[in-house]
Protein backbone atom coordinates (compact mmCIF):
# COMPACT_ATOMS: atom_id res chain seq x y z
CA UNK A 1 0.00 0.00 0.00
CA UNK A 2 1.37 3.68 -0.18
CA UNK A 3 1.59 5.98 2.30
CA UNK A 4 1.24 9.22 1.99
CA UNK A 5 3.14 11.44 4.55
CA UNK A 6 3.01 15.70 5.42
CA UNK A 7 4.94 17.88 7.03
CA UNK A 8 4.73 19.61 9.35
CA UNK A 9 2.00 18.25 10.98
CA UNK A 10 1.12 21.78 12.31
CA UNK A 11 2.17 24.92 11.60
CA UNK A 12 2.03 28.65 12.73
CA UNK A 13 1.49 31.32 10.82
CA UNK A 14 0.26 35.16 10.40
CA UNK A 15 -2.44 36.51 7.72
CA UNK A 16 -0.06 37.70 4.60
CA UNK A 17 2.69 35.27 5.33
CA UNK A 18 3.55 32.69 2.27
CA UNK A 19 2.56 28.72 3.27
CA UNK A 20 3.97 25.65 1.82
CA UNK A 21 3.41 22.35 2.79
CA UNK A 22 4.87 18.90 2.21
CA UNK A 23 3.47 16.02 1.26
CA UNK A 24 5.44 12.73 0.35
CA UNK A 25 4.40 9.51 -1.06
CA UNK A 26 6.20 5.94 -0.50
CA UNK A 27 6.50 5.17 -4.00
CA UNK A 28 5.87 7.11 -7.03
CA UNK A 29 1.98 8.12 -7.95
CA UNK A 30 2.86 10.33 -11.26
CA UNK A 31 0.31 13.35 -10.81
CA UNK A 32 -2.40 11.48 -8.78
CA UNK A 33 -2.63 13.70 -5.88
CA UNK A 34 -5.33 16.28 -4.38
CA UNK A 35 -5.56 18.11 -2.15
CA UNK A 36 -8.44 18.75 0.37
CA UNK A 37 -9.07 22.24 2.97
CA UNK A 38 -11.28 20.93 6.16
CA UNK A 39 -12.47 23.10 8.68
CA UNK A 40 -14.09 21.70 12.18
CA UNK A 41 -17.38 20.23 11.84
CA UNK A 42 -17.30 20.46 8.13
CA UNK A 43 -16.96 18.34 4.99
CA UNK A 44 -13.42 18.62 2.98
CA UNK A 45 -12.99 20.78 0.40
CA UNK A 46 -11.34 20.20 -3.18
CA UNK A 47 -8.44 22.65 -3.89
CA UNK A 48 -6.13 21.01 -6.36
CA UNK A 49 -6.61 17.93 -8.15
CA UNK A 50 -3.91 16.17 -10.56
CA UNK A 51 -1.08 17.88 -8.37
CA UNK A 52 -1.40 21.18 -9.87
CA UNK A 53 -4.52 21.76 -11.13
CA UNK A 54 -6.76 24.84 -9.24
CA UNK A 55 -10.45 23.65 -8.47
CA UNK A 56 -12.79 26.21 -10.11
CA UNK A 57 -14.36 28.41 -7.62
CA UNK A 58 -10.83 28.10 -5.27
CA UNK A 59 -9.06 31.60 -4.75
CA UNK A 60 -5.04 31.41 -7.02
CA UNK A 61 -3.44 32.27 -3.75
CA UNK A 62 -4.08 28.13 -3.79
CA UNK A 63 -0.99 26.44 -5.81
CA UNK A 64 0.23 23.22 -6.10
CA UNK A 65 3.35 21.65 -7.38
CA UNK A 66 5.11 18.63 -7.37
CA UNK A 67 5.41 14.74 -9.60
CA UNK A 68 6.48 11.26 -8.74
CA UNK A 69 6.84 11.32 -4.61
CA UNK A 70 6.77 14.77 -3.74
CA UNK A 71 4.34 17.34 -3.59
CA UNK A 72 3.99 20.66 -2.23
CA UNK A 73 0.78 23.53 -1.77
CA UNK A 74 1.56 26.59 -1.67
CA UNK A 75 -0.36 29.53 -0.40
CA UNK A 76 0.71 32.63 -1.22
CA UNK A 77 -0.52 35.06 1.08
CA UNK A 78 -2.18 33.28 4.20
CA UNK A 79 -6.17 34.83 4.46
CA UNK A 80 -7.88 34.45 7.53
CA UNK A 81 -10.56 31.92 6.02
CA UNK A 82 -7.42 29.78 5.51
CA UNK A 83 -7.34 28.91 8.77
CA UNK A 84 -7.51 24.94 8.58
CA UNK A 85 -6.23 21.67 8.09
CA UNK A 86 -5.13 20.31 4.93
CA UNK A 87 -5.03 16.87 3.45
CA UNK A 88 -3.07 15.44 0.39
CA UNK A 89 -4.97 12.58 -0.83
CA UNK A 90 -2.90 9.83 -3.48
CA UNK A 91 -4.95 7.68 -5.85
CA UNK A 92 -3.44 4.33 -7.13
CA UNK A 93 -5.25 1.48 -8.96
CA UNK A 94 -8.98 2.20 -6.92
CA UNK A 95 -7.67 3.04 -3.42
CA UNK A 96 -7.43 6.10 -1.98
CA UNK A 97 -4.92 7.18 0.72
CA UNK A 98 -4.39 10.16 2.84
CA UNK A 99 -2.06 12.13 4.73
CA UNK A 100 -2.14 12.87 8.20
CA UNK A 101 -3.27 16.46 7.78
CA UNK A 102 -1.05 19.69 8.32
CA UNK A 103 -3.26 21.46 10.39
CA UNK A 104 -2.53 25.77 10.12
CA UNK A 105 -3.03 28.08 12.91
CA UNK A 106 -3.23 31.82 13.96
CA UNK A 107 0.61 32.94 15.07
CA UNK B 1 -25.84 22.49 -7.21
CA UNK B 2 -24.65 19.32 -6.52
CA UNK B 3 -26.09 18.10 -3.17
CA UNK B 4 -24.71 14.79 -1.03
CA UNK B 5 -27.01 14.47 1.92
CA UNK B 6 -26.16 10.98 4.33
CA UNK B 7 -28.12 9.77 6.76
CA UNK B 8 -29.06 6.19 8.87
CA UNK B 9 -26.00 7.24 11.58
CA UNK B 10 -26.49 6.40 14.79
CA UNK B 11 -25.35 4.47 18.20
CA UNK B 12 -24.42 0.68 17.56
CA UNK B 13 -23.31 -1.72 20.18
CA UNK B 14 -20.33 -3.73 18.46
CA UNK B 15 -21.00 -6.90 16.41
CA UNK B 16 -24.51 -4.54 15.32
CA UNK B 17 -24.98 -3.85 12.22
CA UNK B 18 -26.09 -0.26 10.56
CA UNK B 19 -26.85 1.14 6.37
CA UNK B 20 -25.82 4.40 5.66
CA UNK B 21 -27.89 6.31 2.80
CA UNK B 22 -26.48 9.00 0.54
CA UNK B 23 -29.59 10.65 -1.52
CA UNK B 24 -27.76 12.93 -4.38
CA UNK B 25 -29.23 15.73 -6.44
CA UNK B 26 -27.71 18.15 -9.26
CA UNK B 27 -25.89 15.92 -11.40
CA UNK B 28 -26.32 12.78 -13.33
CA UNK B 29 -25.73 10.14 -10.47
CA UNK B 30 -25.30 6.98 -12.55
CA UNK B 31 -22.92 8.98 -14.87
CA UNK B 32 -20.49 9.11 -11.54
CA UNK B 33 -18.41 6.91 -9.19
CA UNK B 34 -19.19 7.24 -5.84
CA UNK B 35 -16.95 6.83 -2.78
CA UNK B 36 -17.44 6.25 1.06
CA UNK B 37 -14.44 8.16 3.35
CA UNK B 38 -14.82 8.13 7.16
CA UNK B 39 -12.92 10.31 9.88
CA UNK B 40 -12.25 9.03 13.52
CA UNK B 41 -12.96 11.44 16.24
CA UNK B 42 -10.12 14.06 16.26
CA UNK B 43 -8.77 11.82 13.73
CA UNK B 44 -7.58 12.11 9.98
CA UNK B 45 -9.60 10.68 7.14
CA UNK B 46 -10.04 7.22 5.65
CA UNK B 47 -11.21 6.32 2.54
CA UNK B 48 -13.62 3.26 2.68
CA UNK B 49 -14.76 1.93 -0.55
CA UNK B 50 -15.60 3.09 -3.56
CA UNK B 51 -18.39 1.62 -6.34
CA UNK B 52 -18.66 2.32 -10.47
CA UNK B 53 -21.41 4.59 -12.33
CA UNK B 54 -22.88 1.26 -12.75
CA UNK B 55 -22.73 -0.34 -9.61
CA UNK B 56 -20.89 -3.23 -11.50
CA UNK B 57 -17.27 -2.38 -9.92
CA UNK B 58 -16.63 -2.21 -5.85
CA UNK B 59 -13.60 -1.69 -3.96
CA UNK B 60 -12.89 -1.76 -0.65
CA UNK B 61 -10.32 -0.72 1.94
CA UNK B 62 -8.69 -3.53 3.75
CA UNK B 63 -9.74 -2.35 7.38
CA UNK B 64 -13.73 -2.84 6.17
CA UNK B 65 -13.14 -5.69 3.53
CA UNK B 66 -15.66 -8.68 4.08
CA UNK B 67 -17.71 -6.26 6.61
CA UNK B 68 -18.46 -3.77 4.72
CA UNK B 69 -21.00 -3.51 1.34
CA UNK B 70 -21.04 -0.36 -0.83
CA UNK B 71 -24.23 -0.73 -3.37
CA UNK B 72 -25.78 2.23 -5.19
CA UNK B 73 -30.09 2.22 -6.65
CA UNK B 74 -29.36 4.68 -9.82
CA UNK B 75 -33.37 4.55 -9.94
CA UNK B 76 -33.25 6.48 -6.34
CA UNK B 77 -29.98 8.34 -6.87
CA UNK B 78 -28.53 7.42 -3.63
CA UNK B 79 -25.63 5.35 -2.48
CA UNK B 80 -25.61 3.03 0.48
CA UNK B 81 -22.92 0.87 2.51
CA UNK B 82 -24.16 -1.30 4.74
CA UNK B 83 -21.64 -1.76 7.86
CA UNK B 84 -21.66 -5.41 9.83
CA UNK B 85 -19.90 -6.68 12.36
CA UNK B 86 -19.19 -3.48 13.89
CA UNK B 87 -16.13 -2.25 15.82
CA UNK B 88 -15.23 0.25 18.59
CA UNK B 89 -12.97 1.22 15.86
CA UNK B 90 -15.35 1.96 13.40
CA UNK B 91 -16.68 4.81 15.28
CA UNK B 92 -16.21 8.29 12.94
CA UNK B 93 -17.83 10.52 10.73
CA UNK B 94 -19.22 9.07 7.38
CA UNK B 95 -18.87 10.83 4.77
CA UNK B 96 -20.14 10.27 1.07
CA UNK B 97 -18.14 11.66 -2.13
CA UNK B 98 -18.67 11.92 -5.73
CA UNK B 99 -15.38 11.04 -7.67
CA UNK B 100 -14.40 12.77 -10.94
CA UNK B 101 -12.37 10.77 -13.65
CA UNK B 102 -9.69 12.18 -15.69
CA UNK B 103 -8.67 9.90 -18.57
CA UNK B 104 -4.78 9.31 -18.82
CA UNK B 105 -2.62 7.28 -21.68
CA UNK B 106 -3.18 4.24 -19.66
CA UNK B 107 -5.91 4.30 -17.35
CA UNK B 108 -8.38 6.57 -14.73
CA UNK B 109 -7.35 9.36 -12.33
CA UNK B 110 -10.45 9.62 -10.23
CA UNK B 111 -11.06 12.47 -6.87
CA UNK B 112 -13.28 13.69 -5.29
CA UNK B 113 -14.91 16.95 -6.23
CA UNK B 114 -18.25 17.44 -3.49
CA UNK B 115 -18.58 15.66 -0.49
CA UNK B 116 -21.58 15.57 2.10
CA UNK B 117 -22.10 16.87 5.61
CA UNK B 118 -21.50 13.24 7.07
CA UNK B 119 -23.39 11.61 9.22
CA UNK B 120 -21.92 10.09 13.16
CA UNK B 121 -21.72 6.24 13.84
CA UNK B 122 -20.73 5.31 17.11
CA UNK B 123 -20.02 1.81 18.12
CA UNK B 124 -20.49 1.41 21.59
CA UNK B 125 -21.71 -0.69 24.37
Known amino acids: DIQMTQSPSTLSASVGDRVTITCRASQSISSWLAWYQQKPGKAPKLLIYKASSLESGVPSRFSGSGSGTEFTLTISSLQPDDFATYYC?????????FGQGTKVEIK | EVQLVESGGGLVQPGGSLRLSCAAS????????MSWVRQAPGKGLEWVSAISGSGGSTYYADSVKGRFTISRDNSKNTLYLQMNSLRAEDTAVYYC??????????????????WGQGTLVTVSS
Open chain 1, 89 to 97: QQYNSYTWT
Open chain 2, 26 to 33: GFTFSSYA
Open chain 2, 97 to 114: AKAVSLRYSSGWYYYFDY
